[in-house]
């Protein structure tokens, strides 16, 4: 069996490396183009190019794949697998792998279709996840799945320590999965249209910090956006960023102060206490926060580095 994989990110290399390890055959890797990153703009190729080449895998970087379906064939795979690619596949493509296309989708089908599925079920505060094995279809992750795996989420778990553990997941599954699918005795499972969210992708703009919210909400928003494209908010129009947050326990003389408090009011000057911050329902604990320009740092050495005080508020 013939496997062209498809993939893009950190995410994707575990379960390439586990195709490659368990002895499948991978004639070919496509993946996105290479991209400037960092201050210096230093074109970069994708993490998945980087172990492809280290294997000796061809790989194709087709700035649009449905312009370049030929050389997709040329690759000579009989089936597809795909994990966070980045790019929607044509009924073209479907068409060239007579064993099908199967993606690896980092969610429970069929809720949490698109593009943020992790962060999403972060976001929402949601107990359980998973990922999916399903056949590719046109349309936006609406294949029958084949096989899922399920998975608790802790409450303090951020995106990035989520999404390495459930692309370690993904890695065990697509090898169950693609066992199954070469001995070609498998069933199917639609997908049902009940409860069906659409996520779209995550942007700076959705990680702003709303203090009027209530604590368990501005919790997921800081987990759910570290680590990328990270939880902010704005001091005296100093913008700052947060890694970690939780809910918070007040004593007697912050609980006090919390009923006339403004939301994003500090609560509290004293380091030992930590960086507390009122929100609509209770008090948030900032346990990692960074000023711009800064390091990474405790709540309670912003506080004794003088940058928050009593008082002060916070943007909402």
């Known amino acids: 069996?013939?496997?062209v994989f498809a993939g893009t990110p950190d995410f994707a290399v575990a379960p390439l490396q586990k195709i490659l390890d368990s002895g499948f055959e991978v004639v070919g890797v496509i993946t996105q183009i290479?991209?400037?990153?960092?201050r210096k703009a230093v074109l970069t190729p994708p993490p998945v190019k980087v172990l492809a080449q280290e294997r000796g895998i061809p790989v194709l970087q087709p700035e649009k794949i449905r312009n370049d379906v030929e050389s997709v064939r040329a690759l000579g795979g009989e089936l597809m697998v795909t994990c966070a690619y980045g790019q929607i596949l044509t009924q073209d493509v479907l068409d060239s792998f007579p064993m099908g296309v199967w993606n690896i989708h980092a969610?429970?089908?069929?809720?949490?279709?698109?593009a943020s599925p992790i962060q999403s079920c972060i976001l929402n505060g949601e107990s359980v996840t998973g990922v999916s094995v399903m056949k590719t279809e046109l349309g936006l992750d609406c294949g029958d799945v084949l096989c899922v795996e399920e998975t608790a989420i802790s409450e303090t778990e951020t995106y990035g320590e989520l999404s390495d553990r459930l692309s370690l997941i993904g890695a065990e599954l697509i090898v169950k999965a693609l066992r199954v699918l070469e001995k070609g005795d498998y069933t199917l499972t639609p997908q049902g249209e009940e409860g069906v969210q659409i996520v779209r992708k995550i942007n700076k703009e959705h990680a702003k910090i709303d203090f009027n919210k209530p604590?368990?909400?501005?919790?997921?928003?800081?987990r759910g956006m570290n680590p990328a494209p990270i939880a902010y908010t704005a001091l005296d129009g100093n913008k700052i960023n947060v890694y970690r947050a939780e809910k918070a326990v007040l004593n007697d003389e912050e609980s006090s102060l919390l009923a006339n408090a403004k939301c994003g009011e500090v609560l509290s000057d004293k380091p030992k206490r930590g960086l507390l911050v009122k929100c609509a329902d209770g008090a948030i604990k900032l346990t990692e926060v960074q000023a711009a320009g800064g390091k990474?740092?405790?709540g309670s050495d912003f506080i004794n580095g003088r940058k928050a005080q009593k008082g002060q508020v916070f943007e909402c």
């Open 1 to 3: 069996m013939k496997i």
């Open 34 to 38: 290479d991209k400037p990153q960092g």
């Open 107 to 114: 969610g429970l089908l069929p809720k949490y279709r698109g």
């Open 215 to 222: 604590v368990i909400e501005v919790v997921n928003l800081v």
């Open 296 to 298: 990474r740092i405790s």
